[in-house]
């Protein structure tokens, strides 16, 4: 679970989109349980 997340957020980094950032985020969300969906819907946000 540690290394997809490690890759997603990779690809969060390198996102060109919001779009692309804020899908990225919602699929950590999922893979983390939903318990930090909020922190990484935060993320789009900076």
């Keep these: 679970m540690c290394e997809e997340i490690r890759r997603l957020y990779e690809r969060y ?3 060109e989109s919001d779009e692309e950032r804020h899908e990225i985020a919602l699929e950590m969300g999922k893979l983390d349980g939903r318990r ?3 922190i990484y819907a935060a993320i ?3």
């Design 36 to 38: 930090y969906a909020d």
């Design 13 to 15: 980094q390198s996102a």
């Design 44 to 46: 789009e946000n900076e």
